[in-house]
């Protein structure tokens, strides 16, 4: 399964709004489309964000409109501000869009067509990048993990939110068939109820058995001893192991540690944002109070209630046991975030 497929000049993405009860692919050759289908969470996880992102900004200079190199480069500037204004924490998102100006840049002295095509291939590359990224990462975790173990994630951290197989799932679908995972406990996650609808879908796909909590049972499931690991993914790290991830991950690494069960946080390297020193530094998305106030449509708060609604929190880097990338693992002291140690594989 891919949640985003580029096909000749038409991007084709699952809505993951309408999982599980719908499988329904869309078509677009519309960069607008792909900016609205971030906004409101059709294509979502960091790097898939960043996937679409490129692949966006690449449709814009493919518009008809577009008759030679300088209207390109306008165009890609105003598609690229309006796909960097769709969510504001998972850093993949401006990172791929910087791919993508510095490989128009580099293009702008040739005819539009090289410059066309040299920006579908870096927004291809950026794709197949993170196919390759998140195999890796699924070894070196997977490498990390007892045997016979049951594990624990939050969110969703699979093939629907990346290019590939997922980070987070990819660690425990890799670990699942080598006989190390025997179990999967999935939060579902509140608000938008990621694991319940896109984790608890993707696993069962995978015939993989899962079981599901509500974020608030994460307590007495890992106090029971029930758990071994933790693994979640990642939105944006500082540059000293700090983790922004979907809200509630600060709390399960907080558990974690209180019943010394390890916190593994799988990403790549793409979502390292090396500009910001710490989590203080991360922007955290505010979403639209109504996603609190209601579940499945329906108003489950009385009138006149304030809503808290990060989308996203930080998890302090003591927190983190290890941070899993496509090039190695980093442990504890995180601090700068040189070169990963060789781990996994
Ligand atoms: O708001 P979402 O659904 O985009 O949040 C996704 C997450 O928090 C994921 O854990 C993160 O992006 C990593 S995806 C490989």
């Known amino acids: 399964m891919q949640a985003i497929v580029w096909n000749n000049g038409v991007v084709s993405f699952l809505d993951q709004t309408l999982l599980p009860h719908e ?6 050759a519309d960069y607008r489309v792909v900016a609205e289908a971030i906004s409101s969470l059709r294509i979502r996880g960091a790097p898939a964000i960043g996937i679409a992102a490129a692949y966006g900004a690449a449709l814009s200079i493919l518009s008809p409109h577009v008759s030679d190199v300088a209207g390109a480069l306008k165009e890609l500037e105003e598609s690229a501000g309006i796909l960097a204004a769709t969510r504001p924490t998972a850093v993949n998102l401006f990172h791929a869009l910087d791919r993508i100006r510095r490989a128009a840049a580099g293009a702008a002295g040739g005819s539009l067509n090289a410059l066309r095509e040299r920006v579908v ?5 950026i794709h197949q990048e993170d196919i390759a990224s998140c195999l890796s990462i699924a070894r070196r975790g997977a490498a990390l993990l007892p045997a016979e173990c049951a594990v624990l994630t939050h969110c969703n951290a699979g093939a629907l939110a990346t290019g590939g197989m997922g980070t987070a ?3 425990i679908v890799e670990g699942y ?6 179990k999967v406990f999935a939060d579902e996650t509140r608000p ?20 599901l909590l509500t974020d608030s049972s994460a307590g007495s499931l890992l106090a029971s001893g029930a758990v071994q690991a933790v693994i979640v993914g990642a939105d944006r790290i500082a540059r000293n192991g700090d983790v922004a991830n979907k809200v509630g991950t600060y709390p399960l690494a ?5 019943h010394s069960v390890p916190f593994y946080v799988a990403a790549p390297l793409s979502t390292i944002d090396r500009t910001a020193r710490s989590g203080s530094e991360i922007p955290i998305e505010e979403r639209n109070p109504l996603e609190v106030l209601e579940l499945a449509g ?10 808290y609604a990060p989308a996203f929190d930080v998890t302090p880097n003591e927190l983190v046991t290890a941070i899993v990338t496509e090039e190695g693992v980093y442990r504890p002291p995180f601090s700068e975030l040189g070169t990963p140690v060789a781990g996994g594989e």
């Open 23 to 28: 499988e329904r692919t869309c078509d677009t």
């Open 121 to 125: 291939a870096e927004a291809l590359s």
């Open 169 to 171: 799932l990819g660690v």
């Open 177 to 182: 068939r080598q006989g190390k995972v025997r």
């Open 192 to 211: 938008l109820l990621q694991g319940a609808r896109l984790t608890a879908w993707e696993l069962r796909r995978a015939g993989i058995p899962v079981a």
């Open 254 to 258: 907080v558990l974690a540690r209180r």
């Open 298 to 307: 329906k108003r489950i708060a009385p009138e006149g209630v304030d809503v």
